[in-house]
């Protein structure tokens, strides 16, 4: 527990969980979303929020990892912290998306480093009726598949394809057997990273369209049927996503959960997911249809963006206003 002598921004921002990288995780992703889309002013303000925000997530998950060992190995055995590999790839993609190859091949050696040690706590710990949060497994992985083919087009390395493949499908078994731990009753009664569910599926999506963009003359990553069966996989995973889209919806209507909560990041994330992963299929599967779509998807993701970013800031002020901290500075302040 924080000291009442430490700064009351210390404070409050030390309570944050793991499932914070969320945050991270959306609002990279609606900054990818928005450029893809053409909107390159939004999509650069965006960017610097996330990895503002990303700085200040590692800073702490590395002050924890010195100062507080217990509660770090406690935190990083729950499904939230996957959201440390997730968000550092959703940066990687962000960084290569504006040609910045270096900056997003350390993010992408970073996040595959931190991979299988956070995979591995959290999954061996896995229970039956879990939260939306269980498939942060298979984003985390998608999340690796997706920046290492992103980089693979760009530098034209075919054994980075070609291990992005590999985590590609890893990251489809990750999910089914995610489904499998998945409580149902999420869906009606989740506070907001239910809809990780259909992100999942969205980031696979996304990274199946980069394996195919990926794949040249020069390189010739995959001969016909080994790309009709990732086109084909790419198609449904974003039919899938789509569904699960429609799914949430509803059930978000005929049951609102109101008020905010640091999982609704969680809900954003899919949202521009979904958006990002559409406009970048219609090239790669030939689907003109779903650039109008994804362009369309782009301005919801945005919108519910400002609508949770604007109960986050709301929550800090409430948290700074009631931190031990503060009251100790106001104490101060009337003697």
């Known amino acids: 527990m924080p000291r009442a002598s430490a700064s009351p921004v210390r404070a409050w921002w030390a309570q944050r969980s793991p499932a914070a990288g969320a945050a991270v995780m959306a609002t990279g992703i609606v900054s990818v979303a928005l450029r893809l889309a053409g909107y390159e002013v939004l999509s650069r303000v965006t960017v610097v929020l996330a990895c503002a925000a990303w700085l200040g997530l590692a800073a702490e998950f ?29 940066i990687g993609t962000g ?52 920046l290492g083919a992103t980089l693979a087009a760009a530098e034209s390395a075919a054994w980075l394809a070609r291990a992005a493949m ?14 499998f731990h998945f409580d149902w009753r999420q869906v009606f009664e989740g506070a ?36 009709g069966v990732l086109r084909f996989a790419t198609v449904s995973l974003l039919v899938l996503d789509l569904a699960w889209y429609v799914v949430l919806l509803v059930a978000e209507i ?7 909560d640091t999982r609704r990041w969680s809900t954003v994330f899919p949202l521009g997911m979904t958006a990002a992963a559409t406009l970048t299929a219609s090239a790669a599967v030939g689907a003109p249809w779903l650039k109008h779509l994804g362009h369309v998807l782009v301005w919801v993701a945005v919108a519910v963006w400002l609508v949770v970013a604007a109960g986050a800031v709301g929550s800090a002020r409430s948290a700074w206003a009631s931190s031990p901290a503060r009251e100790a500075i106001r104490s101060r302040g009337r003697r």
């Open 166 to 179: 590999v985590l590609f499908w890893f990251g489809l078994v990750l999910y089914a057997l995610a489904l």
């Open 62 to 90: 590395v002050l924890r990892l010195v100062r507080e060992r217990e509660r770090w190995v406690a935190e990083a055995a729950t499904p939230g912290a996957l959201t440390a590999v997730a968000a550092t790839t959703v």
């Open 95 to 146: 960084f290569a998306a504006l040609d910045l190859l270096r900056l997003a091949g350390a993010m992408l050696a970073l996040a595959t480093v931190l991979w299988p040690v956070l995979l591995v706590l959290v999954v061996s710990r896995w229970q039956p009726r879990m939260p939306g949060a269980v498939f942060l497994c298979c984003v985390a992985t998608e999340g690796l598949a997706l």
């Open 254 to 260: 005929v049951r609102p959960r109101l008020g905010y």
């Open 192 to 227: 907001g990273d239910h809809w990780i569910a259909g992100g999942a599926l969205a980031i696979s999506g996304l990274a199946g369209a980069r394996l195919l963009t990926a794949d040249s003359p020069q390189l010739y990553l995959w001969n016909e049927d080994g790309s």
